[in-house]
């Protein structure tokens, strides 16, 4: 029931999450939902209701209120799937407060925009390396294997410290993990196993120290008491998961974007140092990749969009529709609903999130981005898709967005 100005109205819920039809295009029920007064509810997996926020200021009120939690134990929880709890109450991200900052500054400052940028060398020559494969091998390639994921990963098992040969296995598992269409009990599976590899890992670097992330981690979080070795384990699972998979999904779709809009690579292509930047930015805004997250659970009662949200309710939010939304920002000369490199004042875009609990390697992330788009079409200015438009396939039931495969040759 929606209870509306004192009238009671029975109204059929949309089933969440609501995915994309086309890559590039926001859902017309997200459109809808973003441009009707006060707030909607939707349906999840579970039956439960939880509001949908669409409009840019609504998802960033919620996003830094300390009133709405991510706590996904909390009785009312909009969970994503039956495994949620099992797979990720243990991650600093699913906690509030002093808890999820203590956590959070064991990370942050080895993300920083100037640690992102000393690792700018080492990702070039990633990206090089695996490019050299690539035209060896010679085409169609791949892009999605063969280019976004071998790049993404080798460079967040670098910087932790995992071994090139179990960071394979680890990638695999962590695509099982982030499928909510697999079976329960193969996440569940893949999620231990994860941490087992994170586990055996850090003892190896008790002995054998190094300076990668995973040893400070070990080696001076746990060894000065601020936190126990099984959280430092699961703070490694969360860095390996969130820097390789949503980094890959968008250099992936992006590599399709240009080739769907060659005005745009033409563009950044006649000054690839001084447009990557604002590239990348836009290309964060106008994927939108995440599709599932964020939500929260009400606290307190709230007022949001004119709308009161009382405690005990959860909350959904589209990424994409608020960084689409008009209110927002100035759609100059192209319409937000479609690429412009050159788009000035979209900072404040929520692609990493925003507040407290925003994403903590977003800065290494705009590097691999800024290196990965350009290095590529750099050596391979011929680049072509080689496969038909009909038979692309993306992840609409990943947590995030993304390709399945791009098979592409030049």
């Not at 011929?382 to 609409?396: Q, W």
Request: with cysteine; hydrophobic share 40%.
């Amino acid at each position: 029931m929606i209870e509306k100005a004192g009238v009671a109205e029975t109204a059929a819920r949309t089933s969440y999450p609501i995915i994309r039809n086309e890559p590039f295009e926001l859902a017309d029920e997200l459109k809808r939902a973003r441009e009707s007064e006060g707030l909607t509810r939707v349906q999840t997996w579970n039956g439960r209701e939880p509001w949908l926020l669409c409009r840019h200021a609504d998802v960033r009120q919620a996003l830094s209120d300390p009133r709405f939690s991510t706590d996904i134990t909390a009785h009312g929880y909009p969970n994503n799937a039956p495994t949620q709890v099992e797979t990720e109450a243990g991650l600093f991200i699913r906690m509030d407060g002093p808890e999820h900052a203590l956590r959070r500054r064991t990370l942050i400052s080895s993300l920083t925009p100037k640690q992102a940028e000393r690792h700018r060398p080492r990702i070039i020559e990633i990206v090089d390396e695996t490019l050299d494969a690539m035209i060896a091998q010679g085409g169609p390639v791949d892009v999605v294997e063969d280019f976004a994921l071998k790049i993404t990963t080798a460079v967040i098992c670098e910087i932790l410290g995992v071994e090139h040969s179990d960071a394979v296995r680890v990638v695999e598992a962590m695509e099982n993990i982030f499928d909510l269409g697999s079976a329960p009990e193969d996440r569940v599976a893949a999620n231990h196993f994860v941490l087992d590899v994170i586990r055996e890992t850090a003892l190896k670097k008790v002995d054998n120290p190094d300076e990668s992330l995973l040893s400070r981690l070990v080696n001076v979080t746990v060894a000065s008491g601020k936190l126990e070795f099984e959280e430092i384990v699961t703070i490694g699972r969360f860095v390996i998961g969130a820097g390789h998979e949503t980094t890959a999904n968008m250099i992936g779709l992006g590599i399709l974007a240009f080739l769907r809009n060659p005005d745009q690579l033409s563009l950044l292509m006649s000054d690839p140092s001084a447009l990557a930047p604002s590239t990348v930015e836009e290309m964060l805004r106008y994927l939108s990749i995440v599709q599932v997250e964020p939500s929260r659970i009400a606290t307190a009662d709230i007022e949001v969009g004119g709308e009161l949200i009382s405690a005990g309710d959860g909350v959904v939010m589209s990424i994409m529709a608020a960084n689409r939304d008009p209110q927002a920002f100035d759609s100059g000369d192209r319409s937000l609903d479609d690429l412009d490199v050159t788009r000035e004042g979209i900072s404040h875009h929520v692609a990493f999130g925003f507040g407290p609990h925003q994403c903590v390697g977003q800065n290494l992330a705009r590097v691999e981005l800024q290196v990965a788009w350009c290095r590529l079409f750099q050596r391979l200015p011929g680049l072509r898709l080689a496969m038909p438009v009909e038979d692309l396939e993306f992840k609409t039931t990943g947590q995030n967005y993304g390709l399945t495969r791009l098979l592409v040759e030049w």
